[in-house]
């Protein structure tokens, strides 16, 4: 059963490692994101990628700005439609939110452990509202100290369009959880709301 699921990773693996530099670059042509503080995402070590989500590719700006294999927790509903084929083949973990999930949480904890790298969206959602941000779960920020793992914010803003002028993703420092997870989450996301409102004052710069 572990060889399976080790041969399972490796295939997935390789398929990010493959698909990557090409989407990656039709990416870049078409939408032209802007992306800053990459050089705050530890090359090593267990890490939780996480801020804001405001669209389905929000995570496309992450994979872009480090070398390293981000294993993404998206809903299970992506597995289900024409997008299936690449969420399964870039090894991302899927959510079921209509109740705890133990079974996701145990893969995504899992990744951790083994010293990887995973994406999370906080607010568990699409933000669709006139809110600057809906509130954060406390996912994050439990893994996070579970696992000893650094938080690595980062802020999206601007518009998902052809030859976007204002798309842009920044990184804040990472950091770990070392108080009560209550304290952690809300330092998490006062740092995601000020990467957001430093993107838009520079919006355009």
């Not at 800053?36 to 801020?51: D, Q, Y």
């Not at 995570?59 to 399964?88: D, N, P, S």
């Not at 906080?122 to 996070?144: C, I, Q, W, Y």
């Not at 798309?167 to 420092?173: H, N, P, S, V």
Request: charged share 30%; proline share 4%.
């Amino acid at each position: 059963m572990k060889e399976a699921k080790s041969k399972e990773k490796k295939e997935k693996m390789y398929a990010y490692i493959f698909l990557k530099p090409i989407l990656g670059l039709l990416f870049r042509l078409y939408y032209r994101p802007v992306i800053i503080g990459k050089e705050n995402i530890p090359k090593n070590g267990s890490i939780l990628i996480v801020g804001n989500h405001k669209h389905l590719y929000d995570q496309c700006l992450a994979i872009l700005a480090t070398k390293r294999v981000i294993h993404y927790m998206a809903k299970k509903e992506y597995f289900e439609g024409k997008m299936a084929w690449f969420f399964k083949a870039v090894g991302c973990i899927p959510v079921d939110r209509s109740k705890k999930d133990v079974k996701a949480t145990k893969s995504a904890i899992d990744v951790l452990d083994s010293g990887w790298a995973l994406g999370l969206f906080p607010e568990g959602t699409r933000n669709k509202t006139d809110k600057f941000l809906l509130p954060f779960k406390f996912g994050a920020v439990s893994m996070a100290k579970k696992t000893d793992s650094y938080l690595v914010p980062f802020g999206i803003t601007g518009d998902y369009v052809f030859r976007s002028k204002n798309l842009m993703i920044r990184f804040g420092r990472p950091f770990k959880v070392l108080g009560d997870l209550e304290e952690a989450n809300k330092k998490l996301e006062e740092e995601v709301t000020l990467l957001m409102k430093e993107n838009l004052r520079n919006d355009g710069k």
